[in-house]
């Protein structure tokens, strides 16, 4: 299949901190891709370096083959942007932020955009200053799928937005991606979000894509085990695929990517009474494989960090 | 397209248009002195005495240059709304340059308000005690065309990232000065007017270019 999205060694730094390192990102047609990172780890940097918002230090990024800098607007007319935060011209009515944007697309389908704002209860000729958060998140999703796009970027969608509004955000999303062949890149650090609507994954870790996989692919590899000792655990070894191994009493909790051979080795060495390998679910196994070495409480447990990759 | 876009830029500088057009009658009256009175006629007419001294008229036009350019930028970048327009289907080029050439349009046609207005007035019979001709207001004509290079430059400020407050207020003060220092050079048809057209095709050469390269993050 092919891809809609490449990027190549894509680069960035502001100053001389790198917020995107030597970033190869591929998102196929007609899939739905999550791009998952903390704040901070170079989600947005990315998008807006797809759409040409951002230069890139160095690398290249294509959306449907053509270089993002040379897209011609007959390509642009076939990618719709969402941006965080929803940025619409508060002192216009729906109707007029409909006009502007219809008046760059000559596919612009009026019928549906009037069904989706019937959909989310919004009055044409609501004045968008006077809308929520929410209200706002849906004229922006109104306008972008009225554009008929084949590949749909958001930003952090649902960035802001309480639980109904943002299920109901997704509910919508899931009925634009059964449109056969249409992409949707999103990033959110809502993990419930992307379990619900990704059929694969993309983890930023300080600027650097550490995973790409299809989402259950990652959550079968990230796993914990726990180790339980009678006495004093002894000190843990490095080994590939541990990500973070910490101490809590008589126990080492190790988390892992792909539980297996060398892993399996690493534990029988440590000579354990007990071993249970946990399933995480996405949202744990994020949080596992990102937070890196600061968390809560750090005074009452003992712990090493080590973050590896998946692979497709 | 271009049309929805025109609409759109003058309508977020309405409020500027409607001060400024205010702030030009104003300047209008203290010229002629209609709806001021209480003085005799040669206190108002300096510019039927060769002695076009347009003062309040230079603030006006400079503030308007300075505030529409920087309402047209600065704005965009405060609310995010660059992220709603340009990654549509247009080059980034036109898409400033249509926002160029409204900005430039407005503050050309409302700079030329009050001198109409005066021009009206003057040939009015009855109101003004010799015959009017245009040369009377040169002053004022090269106020306006110079307040041109303000406007670019207070765009070009408002487009261009800087890191500190210095640098990037660097185009404003400086077009600012210029363009003062120019509507009183001395032979200005072969002086100022040729600086400023060139300053001005620089100056949009550099915004292009900047609303090309920078990074709207």
């Known amino acids: ?312 | 397209m271009l049309a929805r876009l025109v609409l759109k830029e003058i309508r977020e500088s309405l409020w500027i248009v409607a001060a400024a057009l205010a702030a030009y009658v104003y300047y209008f009256m203290t010229a002629t002195g209609v709806g001021l009175g209480g003085e005799e006629w040669w206190h108002w007419l300096s510019f039927l005495r060769g002695g076009d001294e347009p003062g309040f008229g230079l603030v006006v036009s400079l503030c308007l240059a300075a505030g529409l350019g920087l309402r047209q930028t600065v704005g965009e970048s405060a609310r995010g709304t660059f992220q709603f327009l340009l990654h549509r289907p247009a080059s980034r080029e036109r898409l400033i340059a249509t926002k160029l050439v409204v900005g430039a349009g407005l503050y050309l046609c409302l700079a030329t308000v009050p001198l109409w207005l005066i021009a009206w007035w003057a040939t009015t019979p009855g109101n003004a005690p010799a015959p009017f001709e245009w040369s009377m207001l040169a002053g004022s004509w090269k106020i306006w065309s110079s307040m041109t290079i303000m406007y670019f430059g207070a765009f070009l400020t408002g487009l261009r990232p800087g890191r500190w407050y210095g640098t990037r207020l660097l185009p404003l003060i400086a077009c600012g000065f210029v363009s003062v220092g120019l509507s009183f050079l001395p032979h200005w048809w072969i002086t100022g007017l040729p600086i400023t057209v060139v300053l001005d095709v620089l100056l949009v050469t550099n915004i292009l270019f900047v609303a090309r390269t920078r990074d709207y993050s």
Request: glycine share 8%.
């Open chain 1, 1 to 312: 299949m092919a891809n809609v999205i490449e990027t190549h060694n894509l680069t960035k730094y502001y100053g001389p901190k790198c917020v995107v390192n030597s970033v190869d990102l591929r998102v196929p047609q007609g899939s739905v891709y999550g791009l998952l990172g903390r704040n901070g780890a170079g989600k947005s940097t990315i998008i807006k370096m797809l759409l040409g918002m951002v230069q890139p230090n160095y690398g290249r990024a294509e959306l449907f083959g053509e270089e993002v800098a040379q897209l011609r607007p007959q390509t642009r007319a076939r990618i719709a942007y969402l941006a965080e935060g929803h940025p619409l011209y508060r002192w216009m009515k729906i109707e007029d932020a409909v006009q502007l944007t219809r008046s760059f697309y000559a596919q612009f389908n009026d019928e549906l955009l009037r069904k989706i704002l019937d959909h989310f209860e919004l009055s044409p000729r609501a004045k968008i200053r006077r809308l929520s958060n929410g209200q706002r998140a849906q004229v922006s999703l109104a306008l972008a799928i009225a554009q008929d796009p084949e590949l749909l970027i958001l930003d952090d969608p649902t960035l802001g937005l309480d639980t109904v509004v943002r299920r109901d955000f997704l509910e919508s999303l899931i009925q634009l991606i059964q449109r056969r062949g249409r992409t949707i890149l999103f990033s959110s650090h809502i993990l419930g979000d992307v379990e619900r609507v990704a059929d694969r994954i993309g983890v930023l870790v300080d600027g650097v894509l550490r995973v790409d996989c299809p989402t259950e692919h990652f959550k079968e590899s990230v796993k914990k085990v726990v180790l339980e000792f009678d006495g004093s655990p002894p000190k843990c070894p490095a080994c590939d695929g541990l990500v973070s191994n910490r101490q809590v009493g008589n126990r080492i909790e190790l988390v892992v990517v792909g539980y297996d051979g060398q892993q399996k080795q690493l534990v029988e060495s440590l000579s354990p009474k007990a071993v249970e390998v946990v399933d995480l679910n996405l949202e744990d196994a994020f949080i596992e494989y990102t937070r890196g070495p600061r968390r809560s409480l750090p005074i009452f447990v003992g712990e090493e960090s080590n973050v590896s990759e998946v692979g497709t």
